[in-house]
């Protein structure tokens, strides 16, 4: 079956009881039991929901997947794959990351013990130099946020199984659409959901999927024993949202490449980060592990004029000041006080996120009407 068609029946079937095309809304705490232990697979809806288990099983069809889990937020799906780890253990996390994982890894899981390094990972080749008989996890995110960095899954992957390390890549800015980390070496694939996948800004949720049934069950017995779960309201909105996926994103990439070109050739402005231009580094490898270069658009000003930047997010009329990305609309963000205020700025700035950077989440409207909003806006 083919990823268009996967994204509309791939692992579905209609309901059993009535024969609905759409998975019901299975809006229910717990499920009759016939004698105790007697049930038809679903006994409380924490463990397992028929609505959020059709999800789960889309996700895993999508990723080229065996298994799929379902969480109540991004940062829960990464909190599942962290509870894999015990005190003493070490990750190599790429340096470039969204804010909320920085968060959870350096405010939370520090303090139990467990290790992190951050290291630039544009030469695939120097993670190993980080390697050591602690380290149980490789954490990446390609293309990374908001710069933009690409990074190898393939030369990844080859790193981590020789020191018996698992791999987890953050999917979320290229979608399985794009890209799929499983097919590619990677041993987890973890998506905010909330993001390309729902498509619509119109709930929050985390995946995570994988090829291995060992590790499934671990992550599996994680999710119903920490209990981070979505709802089956939430499960059928990221259902619908996931059936127009692949029309979704070929538009986004669309007008992505629209925005980064215009972006690239305006006076006011000092540099583009999309994969898309030949310039951009790793380029042969986004060309290589990605069908496209994506919806996701970062900039500076000239000079890093933070004031300029200030302005821009403010005059903007069709892209929208505010958190997220990965929705139908164009939303703009300015990363350093907003998603990624939570890394200190010397940490920040390190990775390019200096105060002038703005992130764009170019939606699917018309591309005209993007770039005179660009165009007004930057004056």
Known sequence: ???????????????????????????????????????????????????????????????????????GS????????????????????TSDLYGGTYRLFTKIYEDFGIKFLFVGMNNAERIEDYITK?????????PTNPMMNIIDIVATAAIAKRHNVLLAVDNTFATPYLQQPLDLGADIVMHSATKYLGGHSDLVMGALVVKDKELADRLY????????????????LALRGIKTLHVRMQRHCENGRAVAEYLNEHP???????????????????????????????????GNNYEASIKIV??????????????????????????????????????????????LSVGIEDEADLIADLKQAIG
Request: with cysteine; glycine share 10%.
């Open 1 to 71: 079956m083919k990823f268009n068609t996967k994204t509309i029946h791939g692992g579905q079937k209609p309901d059993a009881a009535y024969g609905a095309i759409m998975p019901p809304i299975y809006q229910t705490s717990t499920f009759a039991q016939s004698t105790p232990g007697g049930h038809k697979g679903y006994e409380y809806a924490r463990s397992a929901n028929p609505t959020r288990h059709a999800l789960e099983e889309s996700f895993a069809s999508i990723e080229n997947g065996k298994f799929g889990l379902a969480f």
């Open 74 to 93: 991004g940062l829960a799906a990464i909190d599942a794959v962290l509870k894999l780890l015990k005190p003493g253990d070490e990750v190599i996390s």
């Open 134 to 142: 602690n380290t149980k996890l490789i954490w990446v995110e390609t």
């Open 221 to 236: 017995f994680i999710q119903n024993a920490s209990g981070a779960i979505c709802g089956p309201q939430d499960a059928f």
């Open 268 to 302: 006011k402005i000092e540099n583009v980060y999309w994969p898309g231009f030949k310039s951009h580094p790793n380029h042969d490898i986004a060309k290589t592990q990605m069908k496209d270069f994506g919806g996701m658009v970062s900039f500076t000003t000239k």
């Open 314 to 359: 403010e005059n903007l009329k069709i892209f929208t000041l505010a958190e997220s990305l990965g929705g139908v609309e164009s939303l703009a963000g300015h990363p350093a006080s907003m998603t990624h205020a939570s890394i200190p700025k010397e940490e920040r700035e390190k990775t390019g996120i200096v105060d002038s950077l703005i992130r």
